[in-house]
């Protein structure tokens, strides 16, 4: 019994410093045994592991990165892109929001909370996502796309929608964007109506 009141207290111990951290936002302050270097090195192997889409091994990977400094959001950030790409929706969006509170000026984990939002169905939550992303990095045409894509398919048809699509055409580099703006833009501007005599 009594060890388990010592994990009890040591949990809530741990969820105090995220607050803290999370409503000052300044540095959490570091807890006994934690390791940042460590936990970067494990990172990096682990980020080409996802890149290789080697899902299994990165989560484990990870997993020691996370014991090494549970404070650590890249590591936080890359589990739940592990766990969205395995369709682990719930765990993904748990570990988005855990690495937003750890990195609250990276735009990121917003929009990989956007993605497990949209992918779940929750169009206006995704939307709601990108858009803080995009407020963190306003010319990034990836948040610019996604926000785009889940206002059209929430049936959003208006002006600031328009405006989305107009920026992608011009500052998204891949041509497939551009390609699906362009397409997307014809679809919601009504045609331009001539008058009899106009001609």
Same mark, same amino acid.
Not at 86 to 113: C, G, S, V
């Given at each position: 019994?009594?060890?388990t009141?010592?994990?009890?207290v040591l #949990?809530?111990?741990?969820?105090?410093?995220?607050?803290?951290?999370?409503?000052? =936002?300044?540095?959490?302050?570091?807890?006994?045994?934690?390791?940042?270097?460590?936990?970067?090195?494990?990172?990096?192997?682990? @980020?080409?592991?996802?890149?290789?889409?080697?899902?299994?091994?990165?989560?484990?990977? $990870?997993?020691?990165?996370?014991?090494? &400094?549970?404070?650590? =959001?890249?590591?936080?950030?890359? #589990? =739940?892109?592990?766990?969205?790409?395995?369709?682990? $929706?719930?765990?993904?969006?748990?570990? @988005?929001?855990?690495?937003? %509170?750890?990195?609250?000026?990276?735009?990121?984990?917003?929009?990989?909370?956007?993605?497990?939002?949209?992918?779940? =169905?929750?169009?206006?939550?995704?939307?709601?996502?990108?858009?803080?992303?995009?407020?963190?990095?306003?010319?990034?045409p990836?948040f610019?796309?996604? /926000?785009? %894509?889940?206002? /059209?398919?929430?049936?959003?048809? &208006?002006?600031?929608?328009?405006?989305? #699509?107009?920026?992608?055409?011009?500052?998204?580099? %891949?041509?497939? +964007?551009?390609? +699906?703006?362009? #397409?997307?833009?014809? %679809?919601?501007?009504?045609?331009?109506?001539?008058?009899?005599?106009?001609?």
């Amino acid at each position: 019994m009594m060890r388990t009141s010592l994990v009890i207290v040591l #949990l809530l111990a741990t969820c105090a410093g995220c607050a803290a951290r999370a409503s000052r =936002g300044g540095r959490a302050p570091k807890l006994r045994g934690q390791d940042t270097e460590r936990a970067r090195e494990v990172n990096a192997k682990a @980020f080409e592991l996802i890149e290789n889409r080697d899902y299994a091994q990165a989560e484990q990977v $990870l997993k020691k990165a996370i014991a090494a &400094d549970v404070m650590y =959001g890249p590591a936080r950030n890359n #589990l =739940g892109l592990v766990y969205y790409h395995t369709d682990r $929706l719930y765990l993904a969006a748990w570990e @988005f929001e855990n690495a937003i %509170r750890l990195m609250p000026h990276q735009p990121e984990p917003r929009n990989n909370l956007g993605l497990v939002l949209e992918r779940a =169905g929750k169009l206006a939550g995704a939307a709601d996502a990108y858009q803080r992303a995009r407020e963190l990095e306003p010319d990034n045409p990836e948040f610019i796309a996604n /926000l785009a %894509r889940a206002r /059209l398919r929430k049936g959003d048809r &208006d002006e600031e929608t328009r405006k989305l #699509l107009e920026e992608l055409v011009m500052k998204d580099p %891949r041509p497939q +964007w551009t390609d +699906w703006a362009r #397409l997307n833009l014809l %679809r919601i501007t009504p045609p331009a109506t001539t008058k009899p005599g106009d001609e």
